[in-house]
């Protein structure tokens, strides 16, 4: 495997279910974030892990839970969802540029999870 | 607060017809600019990235120039296969390079180009 991995691709679930969805980076990256995109709206930063810990959290409501065991894993925790909560769920890492005059880290995504809610 | 705007929402173009999109940004200090490439259902693959005005970058039909104000990806002699969306993101300067919130990228809505053969 290479670059940035999602699973699942594809997930529909009711509103009282629960499911995880799951990232992996094979980029040596220490940095890894969720987005979300909706349609017809820009892509939407929902939390920030750096070094396994989180560094941002977007306003997210809490039915979206992440969890970051290790550098490379990323998780989010899905329970007790909205229909609106349906989109593309985007998963991306960067290296941070730890080193003084370093300019910025780019992000690689993954292939996203389409999550329908009904 | 960083704002994002890319212009035109839709492009269609005939094969071989040059043209330019548009990611004008308003931000409190500019510390890189990301173009990325999205195919349907699938996530952004990075293109470019400019720092500083007046700088300029090159992959094949593609070129990404970048002013105080904006940047321009400029897509020379299109084909059917550079059909996709295209997104601007902006990153800002924040304080220490481990914050998380110097990672934040702010998004423009995108450019969905079609080319017909």
């Known amino acids: 495997e290479t670059g940035v991995t999602q699973t699942p691709r594809h997930l529909v679930m009711g509103m009282t279910n629960k499911k995880s969805l799951k990232c992996e980076q094979h980029?040596?990256?220490?940095?890894m974030y969720w987005y979300k995109q909706s349609a017809k709206k820009p892509l939407e930063l929902m939390f920030v892990y750096n070094f396994k810990e989180q560094t941002e959290n977007n306003s997210v409501p809490s039915r979206f839970s992440p969890e970051c065991p290790n550098s490379s894993h990323l998780f989010l925790h899905l329970h007790t969802l909205q229909p609106e909560d349906s989109a593309l769920y985007l998963c991306?890492?960067?290296?941070?540029?730890?080193?003084?005059?370093?300019?910025?880290?780019?992000?690689?995504f993954g292939p996203g999870t389409r999550l329908t809610v009904l | 607060e960083d704002q994002v705007t890319q212009s035109p929402e839709a492009l269609r173009l005939q094969e071989g017809e040059s043209s330019s999109l548009n990611c004008s940004y308003t931000?409190?200090?500019?510390?890189?600019l990301f173009w990325y490439r999205q195919d349907p259902g699938k996530g952004p693959e990075f293109l470019f990235t400019?720092?500083?005005a007046g700088e300029e970058k090159e992959k094949e039909r593609l070129k990404a120039t970048l002013t105080k104000k904006e940047s321009f990806l400029h897509i020379t002699a299109p084909k059917p296969e550079d059909s996709a969306t295209y997104l601007c993101?902006?990153?800002?300067?924040?304080?220490?390079?481990?914050?998380?919130?110097?990672?934040?990228?702010?998004f423009g809505s995108g450019t969905q180009l079609t080319v017909l053969p």
């Open positions: 980029l040596g990256h220490n940095a």
């Open positions: 993101a902006v990153q800002v300067r924040q304080g220490g390079f481990s914050s998380g919130s110097a990672r934040q990228l702010t």
């Open positions: 400019l720092y500083s």
């Open positions: 991306a890492s960067s290296q941070d540029p730890t080193r003084r005059g370093s300019r910025t880290d780019t992000q690689y």
């Open positions: 931000v409190s200090g500019l510390r890189g």
